[in-house]
């Protein structure tokens, strides 16, 4: 008896997120997903065999898994060779600081080629700062543009003709833009960076921009009525009436957004040799082994996965800011 | 005589629609004295809000104007305060955050902070809902955010408060609670009140004066009707006053007879006798049947009735 009453521990914690879910329905949350996945992943290991490439046969789910191992595994040695290379450049300071105390020392840092975790954050990096960037753009101009009719007509056009625009299209204009404009010595930034992130931006932006404008000129007639009744200044309004009035439009907006950024971020780097997930899948492409189209595969599933992840980030920030939640 | 506080002359309000040109109020004249409690009574869409907003400065009449302590009135200002219909409270602020807004507002130069959140205090206690202050307009009641909404616009300390229809969308016993409560406060502050009701109960209850506005387009002043009922009032006792019913009929005579034919009412009552080509019958009935629907009704029950018990 008693142990048919013992709580089972995930069930709890789905419960307690999704509380009107009953026991039945429970269970179908979780075994019909996982059906599904299993269905696919059948349904691959039938069809891969059949699919014969120049590279050899398309990889089944076994083969991509073990690839994913040895990423990981040539990511970790890759480490541990970096933190040899460190110690011994350390070793060698010392023993030339205690030679001579006067003797200038170097650090170098390590020469490796990036492993496929490294592009992934430096994939992650970019694309939050791209992201960040269209943010910072399209919000304000987004409010300016659902406050005043005139400015909306206005920008309408043109916003409308650049909406639609290709990462591709955009590509080759940032890259000569950067080159010619960003000129330093010390560059903070690798000239690759700047180059994706403003195509990020660029190709982002939009929803964002319009979702803002639309979610601020659908503020309740009432509540700006009151505001001009009180005759708040033109800050404390768009503050305290017409900002969150439009966050649930705007955070609807910064997600489509953000699921752009991370997809033109991939194109980007695959066609500029920007450093990142794009290019690794370039490089096995270039690279042509045996093993290539499985560690594409790990990278497309990896895309998948981030895109899915970065998606679920942004809800949760919503449901902290926005008060309809 | 003296200047009136509050004074409309001459109103007309015309909008552009995309049909072209729409005459709302046809030369509206006004005048209203200081601690005055007055209602606008009218069928739906003769032009009442149009009128409030005027006042409030939130349209701006075509013709015409309004002249506030002897000042003209052409934009919105917290000394015309107003309560909406449907409250009209910031959902994202509390309670107490949503009165802030305004007193914060009004009062930033004149108000230390401490008197500030003092007066806040005070006028949610004044509607009865300090116990609330903390709550979003969301987690409340209807007739409690009604209640906040009318909270704000006193914390104001506004010269003139104009309300739209303020218990419109309330039950009939909270709404009570409501009028009680106004009318307490109106007595003790000796506020100047506009108020625009479909109730006729309501208007005699509370109202120095009724306003009866005609039907639009082009609606106007029909009459006006001063209520001499000594105060504090009280509904119960009031409902078996002599004087109280012949006010209260007065007005349901104005909406309910001169009034009740929306549009050209002379046609509409000649209806029945004057011949009319095919299509025009089916016009003239349901421009009849709408406002009196129910007398029509009662009457062919009763010669329903009539013939059952010839039988
Ligand atoms: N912005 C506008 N543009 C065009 N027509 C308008 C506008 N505002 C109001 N009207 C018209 O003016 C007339 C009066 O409207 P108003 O809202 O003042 O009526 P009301 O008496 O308050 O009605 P209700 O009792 O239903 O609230 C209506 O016929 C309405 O259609
Ligand atoms: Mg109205």
Request: negative net charge; aromatic residues 6%.
């Amino acid at each position: 008896m008693s142990t048919l009453t013992t709580p089972n521990p995930l069930m709890q914690l789905l419960r307690r997120r999704y509380p009107d879910i009953t026991g039945k329905s429970l269970l179908q949350s979780i075994t019909l997903p996982a059906l599904g996945i299993a269905v696919f992943l059948v349904l691959w290991h039938l069809v891969a065999p059949q699919i014969d490439t120049s590279l050899g046969q398309f990889p089944t789910p076994a083969n991509v898994w073990e690839q994913a191992g040895q990423l990981w595994d040539e990511h970790e040695s890759e480490q541990a060779r970096a933190a040899k290379f460190m110690d011994m450049q350390e070793a060698r300071n010392a023993r030339i600081l205690a030679e001579n105390p006067e003797a200038e020392t170097r650090m170098r840092s390590y020469p490796g080629a990036p492993t496929f975790i490294d592009q992934i954050g430096t994939s992650l990096v970019t694309v939050l700062a791209g992201f960040l960037l269209a943010t910072a753009i399209a919000v304000p101009l987004g409010i300016l543009i659902g406050l005043n009719r005139y400015f909306a007509a206005a920008t309408n056009p043109i916003i409308q003709i650049l909406k639609p625009v290709s990462p591709l299209a955009w590509l080759p204009l940032v890259t000569m833009v950067v080159s010619a404009t960003y000129v330093s010595d010390d560059p903070m930034f690798e000239k690759a960076f700047i180059t994706s992130m403003i195509t990020v931006t660029l190709c982002s932006l939009w929803p964002t921009l319009i979702n803002t404008a639309t979610g601020v000129s659908q503020v309740n007639p009432d509540l700006v009525n009151v505001s001009k009744v009180l005759q708040l200044p033109f800050w404390t309004h768009a503050r305290k009436v017409v900002l969150p009035g439009a966050v649930p439009m705007i955070f609807t907006g910064l997600r489509v957004s953000l699921g752009i950024a991370w997809m033109v971020l991939i194109a980007a780097e695959m066609l500029a040799q920007n450093p990142g997930l794009g290019k690794f899948v370039w490089d096995e492409f270039q690279n042509g082994s045996s093993a290539s189209l499985s560690r594409i595969m790990v990278a497309v599933i990896t895309i998948g996965l981030i895109g899915y992840l970065l998606d679920r980030v942004m809800l949760l920030i919503q449901r902290k800011v926005a008060w309809d939640e | 005589m003296s200047k009136p506080h509050l004074e409309l002359t001459g109103v007309s309000m015309s909008f552009d629609t995309p049909q072209g040109s729409f005459q709302a109020l046809d030369t509206i004249n006004l005048k209203i004295a200081k601690g005055e409690f007055v209602s606008l009574i009218g069928h739906s869409g003769c032009g009442k809000s149009t009128v409030l907003n005027i006042v409030a400065g939130l349209l701006q009449a075509s013709k015409g104007g309004c002249i506030l302590d002897g000042q003209e009135v052409n934009s919105p200002g917290p000394e015309r305060a107003v309560v909406f219909q449907h409250h009209a409270l910031m959902p994202w602020l509390t309670v107490y955050e949503n009165v802030e807004l305004a007193v914060k507002q009004v009062f930033r130069k004149t108000m230390s902070k401490q008197e500030r959140r003092d007066w806040i205090q005070h006028n949610l206690e004044l509607v009865n809902m300090a116990h609330a202050a903390h709550k979003r307009p969301g987690e409340i009641s209807g007739g409690m955010a009604q209640r906040v909404g009318i909270a704000r616009a006193l914390s104001m300390r506004p010269r003139v408060l104009l309300m739209d229809e303020p218990f419109g969308a309330l039950d009939a016993l909270t709404r009570a609670h409501l009028q009680d409560a106004l009318m307490n406060i109106q007595q003790d502050l000796n506020s100047t009140v506009i108020m625009i009701t479909h109730d006729v109960d309501e208007a005699v209850l509370l109202s120095d004066r009724i306003v009866m506005m005609t039907n639009g387009p082009a609606a106007t002043v029909g009459e006006e009707l001063r209520i001499d009922l000594p105060r504090p009032r009280n509904r119960v006792t009031l409902a078996d006053d002599p004087e109280y019913v012949h006010y209260r009929q007065a007005v349901l005579r104005f909406l309910y007879e001169k009034q009740r034919f929306p549009g050209k009412s002379e046609k509409a009552e000649a209806g029945d006798e004057v011949s009319t080509p095919a299509e025009q019958p089916a016009v003239a009935e349901i421009i009849q049947r709408e406002p009196g629907s129910i007398d029509s009704s009662a009457h062919t029950d009763k010669e329903k009735a009539a013939v059952i018990e010839h039988s």
